[in-house]
C-alpha cells in the first residue's frame, strides 16, 4: 500500500467529527464544553475520560490515553493507521488519494483556504472603515458582537481585491475562489463590489466561499460564490460552524432559508439555526446536518414559496429517516419571516412557534396531499393514501417507516388495518395469541405522563361524555395520582409515543373513538327508552 499523502490525513482528520466517532463506541455525557465517560482503555468507577471537540483530542486523567480521532480508533478498534484512515474517510465519502495528482489537488486545495481566509480577513477590515455598510446591519438590528461572531464584511464598490490582496494571492488563484471574474479577453474585476459580505464555513471553520447582500438598489439582491474546488452550493450549509461554537451536539437544528436569518435568530438566544446556500435543499446538506443532530425542523414562510421548498425538503429527507431521527416543518405567518417573527416575539415566542406549531413529517405529508388533491370520498382517499404510501416507501425499513405508515392509514380511515412488526408470525398462530390488554384510561394516563403538554387537551368538560373524566384522570388533573396509577400506566405497550407527533395522534384517536361510542351508547339508551314509552324508534 503507498503512502497516504500527509494532507489528506489532516483532511479526514478536520473533517471528522471525534465526538460523533467516540460517542458511537463511549457513551459520552456533556460537561460544559467537553464531553466524559469512564475510560475505555481502563477499568475505573469515576469518569476522567474527556472529549474536547473544540481541540479534537480525547484525554484520560487516570491512565493518560491521549489522541485524536485517528489514534482512538487504532486503540479502541485495534486497527493499523492506514485502515483507521480508510474507515474514517469512508465515513465522508472520500477516496483516499493514490497518485502524484491527488496530492497536488490536495496541496492545492489548501492553498485556496488561505486565500479564502485572507481575503475574509480584508473584508472584515473594510467593514470597520465603511460607515454605510454598518449603518445598513444597525438598521437590520445586528450588534458590532454579532457581526464579529459571523465575521461578516464588506466589499467596496469598484475593483480592489486584485491589489489589495497582491501580496498574498495571485491573481489566478483569485479566480479559482470566485472572488474574481475573468472575461474572454483577460479582463479581471470583482465579483463582490458594494455588498455586505457573509463568509461561509465548513464545520471546521474554514472559509469556502462567501456571500453577498447588496447595499441599497441592485440585483441579484444576493449573490454567491460559484462552484469551485471549496465550494460547492449542494453540500454545505450556512451557520453550523457557528452553531458547533456552542454546541457540537444540539437537541435540534432549525433550518431557515436566508443569512440574515440564521444571524438574527442567533443574535436573540437561538443559536442553533442554519441555512441552505440559496438553492433546494440536498440530500448532501441533510445528510450533513443529521451528522449534528437527530432533529430537523425547516421553519419557512407560510406563502406558496414556502410550502413547494418544504415539499422538496420532504421528498429529499425521507431516504435519510432511519429510527431515530426527527423532521418537522414549521410554517410563519402571513407576511412574517424568522427575522421578523422573532423581532416581534423574541425568543420564547419564536422557541414556543416552533415546539407548539411544527408538523411533524408524516402531519406535513397527509396535510399537502388532502390540499393538492380534492375531495374527501372514498376514492379521493384511496388516492390520496396511495400517494402517500409511494413517499414512504423511500423510507428506510425499521419501526419509524412501518409507525409512519399505519400513522398515514388512519389519516385517511383505514383504522382496522392491523400493524405487524417485520419478520412477526403470521397465520394460524399468530391470531391465536391473545391481544395485550391495555387499560383504555391508563393508555391515556401513559400519553399524558409522557408528553406533560398533552393533559392540557382532558381539561375541557366537553372532552368527557358527561362532562366528567374517569377517576384515574381525575387523579391526574388533581395531581394525586397513586404509585399504582402510574405503574398501570407504565405498563401500558404504546408503540411510538416518545414522537410528540405520534402521541397526540394517538390520544385523538382514543379520545375520538370514546365519543363515537359513547354517542351510540346514548342513542341506543334513547331507543330503548323510546320503545319502552311506547314511541317509535329514532333513526
Keep these: ?48 475520560f474527556y472529549v474536547t471537540p473544540d481541540k479534537q483530542f480525547y484525554h484520560c486523567f487516570g491512565c493518560g490515553a491521549h489522541g485524536n480521532v485517528v489514534g482512538f480508533l487504532m486503540e479502541f478498534d485495534h486497527l493499523d493507521f492506514p485502515t483507521a484512515i480508510e474507515h474514517l474517510a469512508g ?85 479559482a475562489t470566485g472572488l474574481l471574474i475573468q472575461r474572454d479577453n483577460g479582463d479581471r474585476y470583482d465579483r463582490f463590489r458594494g455588498r455586505v459580505i457573509f463568509p461561509i464555513r465548513d464545520p471546521r471553520g474554514h472559509v469556502i466561499g462567501f456571500g453577498g447582500r447588496v447595499i ?34 444540539p437537541g435540534q437544528l432549525i433550518v431557515v432559508e436566508g443569512y440574515m436569518d440564521v444571524i438574527l435568530l442567533a443574535q436573540n ?17 441533510i445528510d450533513l446536518l443529521y451528522r449534528q443532530t437527530e432533529r430537523l425542523v425547516f421553519c ?33 405567518p402571513d407576511g412574517e419571516d424568522p427575522d421578523s417573527f422573532v423581532r416581534a416575539h423574541g425568543q420564547a415566542g419564536f422557541e414556543r412557534f416552533v415546539e407548539q406549531e411544527a408538523l411533524g413529517f408524516d402531519r406535513f405529508m397527509t396535510l399537502h396531499l388532502d390540499e393538492s388533491i380534492p375531495g374527501d370520498d372514498t376514492a379521493a382517499r384511496a388516492r390520496k393514501n ?37 419478520n412477526q408470525p403470521t397465520g394460524p398462530t399468530a391470531a391465536k395469541r391473545p391481544p395485550p390488554s391495555r387499560s383504555e384510561e391508563h393508555a391515556i394516563l401513559r400519553l399524558a405522563l409522557t408528553h406533560s403538554r398533552l393533559t392540557e387537551r382532558l381539561r375541557p368538560a366537553e372532552v368527557w361524555h358527561g362532562g366528567q373524566p374517569p377517576a384515574v384522570i381525575q387523579r391526574l388533573l388533581d395531581g394525586t395520582l397513586t ?31 370514546r365519543r363515537q361510542r359513547e354517542a351510540l351508547a346514548e342513542k341506543k339508551r334513547q331507543q330503548r327508552a323510546n320503545l319502552a314509552g311506547g314511541h317509535p324508534p329514532t333513526d
Excluded at 441599497?216 to 457557528?242: A, I, Q, R
Excluded at 442554519?274 to 446538506?285: I, K, M, N, P, Y
Design 216 to 249: 441599497g438598489p441592485g440585483e441579484p439582491k444576493y449573490l454567491n460564490s460559484p462552484e469551485t474546488e471549496l465550494f460547492h452550493k449542494g453540500y454545505g450549509v450556512y451557520g453550523l460552524y457557528e452553531s458547533r461554537q456552542v454546541n457540537q451536539r
Design 483 to 513: 404509585a399504582e396509577d402510574r405503574r398501570i400506566a407504565e405498563a401500558q405497550n404504546l408503540v411510538g409515543i416518545e414522537n410528540p407527533e405520534i402521541a397526540a395522534t394517538m390520544l385523538g384517536d382514543i379520545l375520538e373513538k
Design 91 to 175: 465515513r465522508l465519502g472520500l477516496e483516499i488519494p493514490r497518485e502524484k495528482g491527488d496530492q497536488e489537488k490536495l496541496d492545492r486545495i489548501g492553498r485556496l483556504r488561505q486565500v479564502t481566509a485572507a481575503a475574509s480577513d480584508w473584508f472584515r477590515g473594510n467593514l470597520k472603515r465603511s460607515p454605510e455598510a454598518i449603518d445598513f446591519l444597525k438598521q437590520r438590528g445586528l450588534t458590532g458582537e454579532t457581526a464579529a461572531r459571523f465575521a461578516l464584511g464588506f466589499a467596496p464598490a469598484g475593483n480592489h481585491i486584485e491589489a489589495a490582496m497582491g501580496g498574498r494571492a495571485r491573481p489566478e488563484e483569485l479566480v
Design 1 to 48: 500500500m503507498s503512502r497516504i499523502p500527509e494532507a489528506f490525513v489532516e483532511e479526514v482528520v478536520s473533517r471528522s467529527d471525534i465526538v460523533e466517532v467516540i460517542g458511537a463506541r463511549v457513551p459520552l455525557k456533556k460537561k460544559g464544553k467537553e464531553f466524559a465517560a469512564c475510560c475505555p482503555f481502563h477499568q475505573e468507577k469515576t469518569p476522567s
Design 386 to 422: 396511495k400517494q402517500a404510501h409511494q413517499l414512504i416507501e423511500r423510507m428506510p425499513p425499521g419501526s419509524l417507516k412501518r409507525l409512519t405508515a399505519r400513522q398515514v392509514d388512519r389519516h385517511h380511515g383505514l383504522f382496522g388495518r392491523p400493524f405487524r412488526e417485520e
Design 300 to 332: 419557512f414562510d407560510g406563502d406558496a414559496a414556502g410550502r413547494r421548498a418544504a415539499v422538496k425538503a420532504l421528498s429529499v429527507a425521507l431516504p435519510l429517516m432511519q429510527d431515530g431521527r426527527d423532521l418537522r416543518f414549521a410554517f410563519l
Design 269 to 285: 438566544g437561538i443559536p442553533h439555526v442554519v441555512a441552505t446556500l440559496g438553492t433546494a435543499t440536498t440530500a448532501e446538506q
